[in-house]
């Protein structure tokens, strides 16, 4: 989905700066031009961020990250369930970290006890897109059986 938006921003910035170049002359092109050849910039570092900053379990702790955006760290004695289902309701509440940014959740982790994010935002599950979902059940399922839980 953001390679989606990066294509569309690039399309977006040559009509704009061909626009801006019609109605307002030379140097206010380049000043939106700047802007918007910023917004490219950081949009490849994002993508390029989903690839450097996976999901990871390491010593017990399920990293989940949403490239350089977002992460949580949770301990995997915090980790309750698996949900099998949801519907956008859950993935909506408030209680609810969705990592999937624009796509539909392919995993949800239900947490025992809420985790306080930096602005105090106490989070109870997470919601992700993963490309390996069964995998990554696996992988917490062994972890659980591991760490006897």
Do not use: Y
Request: with cysteine; charged share 15%.
């Amino acid at each position: 989905m953001i390679g989606v938006l990066l294509g569309i921003a690039i399309v977006e910035m040559c009509v704009v700066h061909l626009v801006v170049v019609a109605l307002w002359g030379l140097v206010a092109a380049v000043i939106v031009g700047l802007i918007d050849l910023s917004l490219v910039v950081w949009l490849i570092a994002l993508l390029r961020s989903f690839r450097r900053l996976p999901v990871t379990i390491a010593d017990g702790v399920l990293t989940m990250r949403a490239g350089s955006l977002r992460s949580i760290a949770v301990p995997v004695g915090q980790i309750a369930r698996l949900r099998a289902s949801w519907d956008a309701a859950v993935i909506k509440d408030r209680a609810v970290l969705n990592l999937a940014l624009a796509s539909w959740p392919s995993v949800v982790v239900d947490l025992r006890a809420p985790i306080v994010m930096r602005r105090g935002r106490a989070v109870r599950a997470i919601a992700h897109k993963l490309d390996d979902p069964a995998a990554f059940h696996a992988a917490i399922a062994a972890l659980s059986r591991e760490h006897g839980h």
